[in-house]
């Protein structure tokens, strides 16, 4: 009997230097055996002349529908996510993809900064992301940046914070909220929350030194898609994301004076 390979989607951008963004999904879905596909929104370039500067070129919403209409002719998707989408109306075919194809297991990672940068790319296409995505979202796992800017509370600093984010953004809509913390926080742990709109649980985990964590965001959504595509509960993706996330870290190297990304592998070669 033919093994059935679930597949797996994400609408996200590029990121040349391999760590984060659409490369780092498809190296995540396939370290957990599922295929993936790609509908590509952005190319994000890093300048190492100009202290590793960002520049991001966003794709026309037209082609991004296009490569939809590609992905969407290979039969049922079993798990998706988004990415960095750039605009508006990205933000807006992103949608109706998932509500024409009817996808039921969504992970919406809120992209709106990139490594090093701490200023919304795009206001608007934030706004976008929090009244059309959340919703819909059956995960959604912005970091401590973005939870705060789908909050409304600003700058978060402690648990406590991170909590009240997450019942915030399920107000929204989501049905499950991550709030990834990771090293952000104060202390010798990186943390992450959990909430499903009844229970909070708290994932932590010792700080990794040196920590190479360019790209940890997008792998921990990305691993959590994988999860749900093979069948796990959101739970149980989420639990074994922070583990791959972890492995990954502890695994990492320095790409270049400026970054060093997580290694996806990691976790499959030292378990």
Known sequence: MTKIIPKVLTIAGSDASGGAGMEADLKTFEEFGTYGMVALTSIVTMDPDTNWSHNVTVMDSGLVKAQLKTTGAGGEIAAMKTGMLGSVAITEVARENILSKKINNVVIDPVMVCKGEDEVLNPEAA?????????????????????????????????????????????????????????????????????????????????????????????????????????????????????????????????????????????????
């Open 127 to 271: 706004d976008a992301i929090r009244d059309l995505l959340i919703p819909i979202a059956t995960v959604t796992t912005p970091n401590l940046f973005e939870a705060g800017v789908l909050s409304g509370l600003g700058t978060l600093k402690s648990l406590d914070d991170m909590k009240q984010a997450a019942i915030e953004i399920h107000e929204l809509g989501a049905e499950n909220v991550i709030v990834k913390g990771g090293k952000a926080l104060e202390g010798e742990k990186a943390i992450d929350l959990f909430y499903d709109g009844a229970n909070f649980e708290v994932l932590e985990t010792d700080k990794i030194s040196p920590a190479y964590n360019h790209g940890a965001g997008c792998t921990f959504a990305a691993a959590v898609t994988a999860g749900l595509a093979n069948g796990l509960s959101v739970k149980e993706s989420v639990y074994q994301a922070k583990e791959f996330v972890t492995a990954g870290i502890r695994s990492g190297f320095a790409f270049n004076e400026y970054v060093g990304p997580l290694y996806h592998a990691g976790y499959r070669l030292n378990n």
